[in-house]
């Protein structure tokens, strides 16, 4: 979602607030602006689009000024245009926000009673007319801060500047994160820890109700109360994790190619690939022998990942799961006991309803464990176990490598639990291991073979408008995922079923203009999925069958491509058949041209509802 950055400084700060968004970019956003205090009055700058608007803008109308805060906007309220982006200023009050001010409707209304005036359609400038009013009615700054605090209700992160205070950013957070940066003579907020890299390692993260008055010596930092706390410095690794395209085109590419890399990192922190183990640790986080059910609940790719780690988790450690999108999960008032766990996972470890589904399931006394990805994030720090699954940065919206390393941890977890069980004996616990640890080499050679033929196959597939994708087993939710990636990056439209419901349905849709990606190892479930081939065959349908040696050399339906993959064991084929579905949608959207990194509409971080 939006990004926010701060800085309060001893030289200029314009150009180095703009550099820190760019590290923000990973999020999604539709305008930016930037706003400074020089010489006792606030300037702006804004653009709508990307920040080479922006930049050009400052190029031409530079910002002097030692303290400033900026912003990229993800819509909520509002077209995105110059009007509505932010910073806000109303009498000598900037405000930047990310998040949804919920009551601003009626706090809008009663600001217009009260005889303000409103330049924009955002709710974001309640705020700054409510700092406004507090302090025409003679409030100090601090004061009209907690006041407004105690007024707003909703999710957000925010950052204000008072013309009348040079020295001085306020921030508060109810939800989306943010950090406090120390530096040597400098003090720095933002959104997360990557976009303070390159000015300092040392960091505090408010919590939910923290406020904070920040200066170039440090900050005080209190709670929705007023009462000052204590929240601890710590020394984050995101500077390891600024990253570039390298050789690639775009972001998603390389974090394509870096997967069989990640995948072994992840590998080496839950097994032993000597022993070829699960490493005990992992199995001591949760302890999976009491349990009676497991709940794992997610958003988007990352619930996608859930639904394969829930075949795992049944069929070898015999635990029944519940699944959910987070977005219903935590209005399902769902009956919960002591004797389950809960997983919850999330690339940011900041997803709002993710976030919600957690505190849900901790207030019902459930053992709760967070599959993320950024171990300093509020679903890391809310839960009794931590599994990171250790992607590093992924800056392409649509998530591949995340994805992966998600599976990795998962498949870990559920040979864990069945070892904890009583159901994985050491020869198969063995076995499984070195499955998992074939993986980043199977991969690689995947990625090495396959992609000529991808892009030439590409070309073809963005000259339609609808594809279908089918799987069973677990790859039916790669089947989901695979036209997810489609939409979200080509926006071609894409649908995913399971392989046995064509015939309920969606097979209406086949006809000589529908191509269908079939998604079929040789597995238990081949010759079915095989079955549903022929049935989309018989009416025309463009077949695009993803398969491995055996399959292909089983099957003799005519195709529109067979995609080739290596035989490979059947708990790691989740993560090697993502590869082609991942390049699929790579390429088809680079041909068509859309902004692959940046898809429109789309949010890295969706910090609220």
């Known amino acids: 979602?939006?990004?926010?950055?701060?800085?309060?400084?001893?030289?200029?700060?314009?150009?180095?607030?703009?550099?820190?968004?760019?590290?923000?970019?990973?999020?999604?956003?539709?305008?930016?602006?930037?706003?400074?205090?020089?010489?006792?009055?606030?300037?702006?700058?804004?653009?709508?689009?990307?920040?080479?608007?922006?930049?050009?803008?400052?190029?031409?109308?530079?910002?002097?000024?030692?303290?400033?805060?900026?912003?990229?906007?993800?819509?909520?309220?509002?077209?995105?245009?110059?009007?509505?982006?932010?910073?806000?200023?109303?009498?000598?009050?900037?405000?930047?926000?990310?998040?949804?001010?919920?009551?601003?409707?009626?706090?809008?209304?009663?600001?217009?009673?009260?005889?303000?005036?409103?330049?924009?359609?955002?709710?974001?400038?309640?705020?700054?007319?409510?700092?406004?009013?507090?302090?025409?009615?003679?409030?100090?700054?601090?004061?009209?801060?907690?006041?407004?605090?105690?007024?707003?209700?909703?999710?957000?992160?925010?950052?204000?500047?008072?013309?009348?205070?040079?020295?001085?950013?306020?921030?508060?957070?109810?939800?989306?994160?943010?950090?406090?940066?120390?530096?040597?003579?400098?003090?720095?907020?933002?959104?997360?820890?990557?976009?303070?890299?390159?000015?300092?390692?040392?960091?505090?993260?408010?919590?939910?109700?923290?406020?904070?008055?920040?200066?170039?010596?440090?900050?005080?930092?209190?709670d929705h109360d007023g009462n000052a706390v204590d929240r601890p410095r710590q020394i984050t690794q995101a500077a390891a994790y600024m990253v570039d395209k390298g050789n690639h085109r775009h972001f998603m590419e390389k974090e394509i190619y870096e997967q069989p890399e990640v995948i072994s990192h992840a590998l080496a922190h839950y097994v032993d690939l000597g022993a070829h183990t699960v490493r005990t640790a992992v199995s001591d986080a949760i302890d999976f022998a009491s349990l009676r059910g497991l709940t794992i609940s997610a958003c988007g790719t990352a619930y996608l990942a859930g639904l394969i780690g829930k075949y795992w988790f049944e069929r070898y450690a015999r635990l029944p799961v519940e699944i959910d999108v987070a977005s219903e999960f935590r209005y399902r008032e769902i009956p919960l006991s002591t004797d389950q766990a809960a997983l919850f996972i999330s690339q940011s470890g900041e997803t709002a309803d993710t976030l919600a589904s957690l505190r849900y399931c901790h207030d019902a006394g459930l053992k709760t464990g967070a599959v993320v990805n950024v171990r300093e994030s509020t679903i890391a720090r809310e839960s009794d176990a931590v599994f990171p699954i250790l992607a590093g940065p992924e800056i392409g919206v649509a998530s591949t490598k995340a994805f992966t390393c998600q599976l990795t941890v998962l498949a870990s977890l559920a040979i864990a639990a069945g070892k904890a069980r009583g159901l994985i004996h050491a020869d198969e616990e063995r076995q499984l291991v070195r499955q998992l640890t074939e993986m980043p080499r199977l991969m690689s050679g995947v990625l090495n073979?396959?992609?000529?033929?991808?892009?030439?196959?590409?070309?073809?597939?963005?000259?339609?408008?609808?594809?279908?994708?089918?799987?069973?087993?677990?790859?039916?939710?790669?089947?989901?995922?695979?036209?997810?990636?489609?939409?979200?990056?080509?926006?071609?439209?894409?649908?995913?079923?399971?392989?046995?419901?064509?015939?309920?349905?969606?097979?209406?849709?086949?006809?000589?203009?529908?191509?269908?990606?079939?998604?079929?190892?040789?597995?238990?479930?081949?010759?079915?999925?095989?079955?549903?081939?022929?049935?989309?065959?018989?009416?025309?349908?463009?077949?695009?069958?993803i398969t491995d040696e055996r399959g292909a050399a089983a099957s003799k339906l005519p195709t529109m491509a067979t995609i080739t993959l290596p035989n490979v064991a059947e708990i790691i084929a989740p993560m090697v058949f993502s590869l082609p579905i991942q390049l699929l949608a790579y390429h088809t959207a680079v041909f068509m041209g859309t902004d692959v990194d940046q898809p429109r509409n789309l949010a890295k971080s969706v910090t609220v509802e």
């Open 1 to 222: 979602m939006c990004g926010i950055v701060g800085i309060v400084g001893k030289e200029p700060v314009a150009e180095r607030l703009v550099d820190a968004l760019r590290r923000l970019e990973y999020r999604g956003y539709d305008s930016a602006g930037v706003a400074t205090i020089h010489d006792g009055v606030l300037k702006r700058r804004r653009a709508e689009g990307k920040l080479f608007n922006l930049e050009k803008k400052l190029a031409s109308e530079p910002l002097a000024g030692n303290i400033g805060i900026a912003h990229t906007r993800w819509a909520t309220h509002g077209i995105p245009n110059e009007t509505n982006a932010h910073p806000h200023f109303v009498d000598g009050v900037a405000v930047v926000h990310n998040g949804i001010i919920e009551n601003f409707s009626e706090l809008k209304d009663e600001l217009s009673a009260d005889g303000a005036t409103f330049e924009t359609q955002t709710d974001t400038e309640v705020v700054a007319q409510l700092l406004a009013r507090s302090r025409r009615a003679g409030m100090g700054r601090r004061e009209a801060m907690l006041a407004m605090l105690k007024q707003v209700t909703g999710a957000y992160a925010l950052a204000v500047i008072f013309a009348d205070d040079p020295s001085t950013i306020m921030a508060a957070r109810s939800g989306p994160p943010l950090a406090i940066g120390y530096g040597r003579g400098e003090t720095y907020l933002g959104s997360d820890a990557i976009a303070l890299a390159p000015f300092t390692n040392e960091i505090t993260y408010l919590v939910d109700g923290d406020w904070a008055v920040i200066g170039r010596d440090g900050a005080f930092i209190f």
């Open 449 to 545: 073979s396959i992609e000529p033929q991808i892009e030439a196959l590409s070309r073809e597939l963005s000259k339609y408008k609808d594809v279908l994708y089918l799987g069973r087993g677990t790859s039916y939710p790669l089947a989901l995922e695979g036209a997810l990636k489609l939409k979200e990056i080509s926006y071609i439209h894409a649908e995913g079923y399971a392989a046995g419901e064509l015939k309920h349905g969606p097979i209406a849709l086949i006809d000589e203009n529908m191509p269908v990606i079939v998604i079929a190892p040789h597995d238990r479930f081949f010759e079915k999925t095989v079955s549903n081939m022929q049935e989309v065959a018989a009416r025309g349908g463009k077949i695009i069958f």
